[in-house]
């Protein structure tokens, strides 16, 4: 067995068994704490980070004559850092050649490789932080932990399930049957894992190391090479993430060319022609929809897993903990100013109220309860900053501005001034009371931090409208609140045939917006929201190919 | 656990077993012995089949007012069977109700279910052989072989796939987690396996069952509904599987919709608006590449699988068993008339001769040795209709006649006539030999009894172009004779590359042409001959998708 493999094979054994039994399970330390991560870990990467910025980011050895970069970060400065590009087909035939080697190691040698490239990953985790913060707005303990231990979680739960795959292909049997009365006919059959070829990994602004990772380790692990697109906005996190890689990669004899980066800008997109390129075999977008219905259109012939976006929902129907629940919805609004995926959008509740522990609360005592909830974790501006981080596009903030027109005002959106970061784009979340019959309001996906309360007849006039607008429009989460089974059973049905993940009752310190890797299906695959799951058996199964050789054995 | 799952369970487990070790098992006994299927089974089935004849077939509850059907035996005479038409719209929601409960089901009452089915057809084995024989043409114990054990090994394989799958899914888990100080957020998650939907299978003629199964056992295991859509030419032997198949769904309490048949005739084919259905979610296609491009092209948003069609290849560098290559590779060119999917179209061989056993053999020496296994099989018209069955369509039957044209004719081809079936529609493979040169002759697939053998300047020419064609035409099978490691080795390498199953010095009674279930896997999805391997991992694990629910408990 490699060396590197023996190293990580525990790991890789439990993170295996994890995904099998889906209980709570991490493999890297969410907790900054200095005892986990070193005493001076938090400091040098403060240091290194500044030491990166305004320069030319050094890929040793990686394609390409010039170099090109233009992010800014939400937090107001531009970061300065450019990044070595070269032409499609340059990337590609280098891509094509790293894979000779890469694609003939035995899943042993390249699951290996890669447990030790996220190893080293989760020691730059500080850094990431930076990187994620500035590049997509979010808070610095929120990147550090969905854009550090949470990513590589997901890394690993990639490299896992590829591996659990292989696994279960023998590489060699003896194979006998009686062909004649006299006659036995024996073939030693070997088979071989055998990758697809190129794969294209596009990344998104929001979570540019969270939604990269699956698809990128699920295609190394299979045996393909890989070539990241990043989103031009956050590029840093995965030049980062691809030079801890080519090391490590150079390191264990392979070329870094392994994995390759493909920076572009605004001004010149290089995504569309990467997508249609015919060396090209294998394709993980994360985006918008209007893009992702391009790539499923266009690049044909190809495998393309994506994760686009739709309509999450959250149904009230009734509750026995009416301050929680409020406080939990509150929270999953204004974190990261509604730019998760996973974010709530439309809150349906009854036009005549509900009853809760407190007594009756009628339609305005729900959303207002809601808005204070917020105004609560929002007042002081540098606490807010924890929660809200920054916006990361103009185009969000925009909406948001312009979001106030479509319903009734319940709250309005403000910008707070961080005092740590007074140039930060910010707005804290709008939200607008509407009837169920003003779709044309709330049946359109308003990404960022807006949300609408809708009066419905009754819960199940919720649950009915919230999956199917699940099943229209797509949805990557769905939450309800009822105290009676009757409520319960027929949003469980509901969801699950519109392929929604749904949480109930959640008063706690777990929220709709989260998904644990290990241990939930992130996407579902069954809905406009996206294509697949990151991560199950299909998002990997198809990666890789089986080809047999039989060899007779002389009687 | 539901009885039938509990009465199928150890065939269930040894079939997982058998996929994981892929050594020789099959579930069906493939032989005819009367000690296996009973004194009576072929007299019944011979009487069954005449009793079937000229009649509507008889598919009771099946929705669709008039009947269709215009099957004539490739040994000469009409079937005169009609089968039940509907509407595509009435098939699709007949299909969509039918889906309510069998989506529900657990997957261990599907897998009892579809064990139970299988077990049947197996018992209408020589009823099934009839079938086959007078819709594809295959001879009668090939049709009792292939189209019934070997067929069902293929159906338990996909089952076995499928619940090997769900089965990685646990049911329930309780998740626990510190998310604060002095709070633990413990959540009850449960995880459900949703169907797709409805599944349309598209079928062939030549292997009406056995090309068939692998898709539809697949997608019925996972929970989705299928519409089978046979082709016009060979509709009986799944109108026999969908029979036996109704009647045990309806005996375990399902809507025998579940299965719905979609019979067309040539006049009116109903493929490309099923394939364009919005209601259809999954497809699987075999048939020809042309027609297999569509359905890639137009079926958008749809899981689409396909077994087309190749050139395959067998590569002669040397060998250490003249005598025994030569009837081993004249027995694959034989058997059922060069009409599987795996039968060798191009011979690769040095047009200075190669090293034997038998001491130097120059290329028509080589060529000669071949064309005489043939005569040798064929000697006997009515022995020689064992191997060559009849000729499934005019079509082919009438490139045969144009083939003699394309090259200088090795072996021609005649009709030979048989005893007991006069009218039969016949053809004996005709050889031809050509130059590598000669491309537009041989780079092109000409599906029936034709091959070419091709000079090559020696063994690594005859692989580079023989894994050349697989990559750019597609191939399913591959064959090399030759007993140097070195070129060994390359062909493994090449062929791999290529995504084709190579078999090495086959000289005994196992023949390229052929696929074992459980061992082999046919079509890689590696090369243009297909999109998709029957059967995998990859084949099953996408046909269903999972959908969470988080509960929280109570602190």
């Known amino acids: 067995m ?95 050649a790293a894979g000779a080697k890469w694609g003939a190691a035995s899943p042993e040698e390249r699951a290996g490789v890669l447990l030790e490239i996220i190893a080293r990953i989760n020691r730059a985790s500080f850094l990431m932080a930076h990187a994620v913060m500035h590049t997509s707005g979010q808070a610095y303990s929120m990147a550090f932990q969905a854009g550090g231990p949470h990513a590589q979680d997901r890394a690993l739960e990639a490299v896992a399930y590829a591996f659990d795959e292989m696994s279960r292909v023998p590489g060699a049997v003896r194979w006998s049957k009686q062909t004649g009365k006299d006659q036995v006919t024996t073939l030693d059959k070997t088979f071989r894992i055998v990758p697809r070829g190129v794969a294209l990994v596009i990344g998104c602004a929001t979570f540019p190391t969270w939604n990269t990772y699956p698809g990128m380790f699920a295609s190394l692990a299979t045996g ?3 070539i990241v697109k990043p989103h031009p906005g956050a590029i840093l996190p995965l030049a980062l993430t691809l030079g801890i890689a080519r090391e490590a990669l150079a390191e264990a004899g392979f070329d870094p060319n392994v994995v390759l980066l493909a920076p572009d800008t605004i001004d010149r997109p290089l995504t569309k022609e990467l ?69 709530p959008q439309n809150i349906f509740v009854p036009a005549g109220g509900i009853e809760t522990d407190q007594g009756h609360k009628s339609f305005d005592e729900v959303a207002d309860a809601i808005k204070s909830g917020i105004d609560k974790l929002l007042a002081d501006p540098d606490r807010a900053s924890a929660f809200l981080g920054a916006v990361q596009s103009e185009a969000t ?91 319960i059973d027929r949003a469980i049905g509901a969801f699950a045939e519109a392929g929604v993940t749904l949480s109930i009752n959640l008063t706690g310190g777990v929220f709709v917006n989260q998904n644990a890797a290990f241990s939930d299906f992130h996407v579902t695959g069954a809905n406009p929201a996206g294509n697949a799951c990151l991560t199950d058996a299909a998002f990997v199964s198809n990666r890789f190919r089986v080809v047999g050789t039989k060899r007779q054995v002389a009687a």
């Open 2 to 96: 490699p060396a590197l493999f023996e190293k990580h094979r525990p790991l890789l054994e439990q993170a295996i068994a994890a995904a099998r039994s889906r209980a709570n399970w991490s493999a890297y330390p969410e907790s900054q704490s200095p005892k986990i991560y070193g005493e001076d870990a938090k400091a040098n990467a403060d240091n290194a980070f500044e030491a990166l910025k305004g320069k030319p980011f050094d890929l040793p050895g990686h394609p390409g004559g010039k170099h090109v970069g233009g992010e800014v970060s939400p937090y107001g400065f531009a970061l300065g850092v450019t990044y070595p590009q070269a032409e499609v087909d340059v990337l590609v035939a280098a891509s094509k």
């Open 224 to 226: 393909n090479t890989v």
């Open 275 to 343: 997508a249609l390129h015919p060396g090209i075999g294998i394709i993980d977008f994360t985006g918008s929809p209007v893009f992702g219905a391009w790539v499923r259109e266009n690049a044909k012939g190809k495998l393309v897993y994506t994760e686009e976006a739709g309509l999450n929902s959250i149904v009230i129907a009734s509750t026995d903990n009416f301050r929680a629940m409020a406080t939990n919805i509150a929270f999953s609004l204004t974190l990261y100013s509604g730019q998760m995926c996973t974010a």
């Open 397 to 487: 903030a925009q909406r948001v501005k312009e979001a106030a027109k479509l319903g009734r005002v319940v709250r309005s959106s403000d910008s707070p001034v961080y005092s740590a970061a007074p140039g930060a784009r910010t707005a804290s979340p709008i939200i607008l009371a509407v009837d169920a019959a003003d779709e044309p309001a709330y049946m359109a996906e308003r990404f960022g931090p807006i949300s609408f309360v809708i009066a419905v007849r009754d819960g199940g006039d919720g649950i009915a409208r919230a999956a199917a607008a699940a099943r229209q429009h797509g949805a990557i989460s769905a939450a309800l609140y009822a105290t009676d089974e009757a409520t």
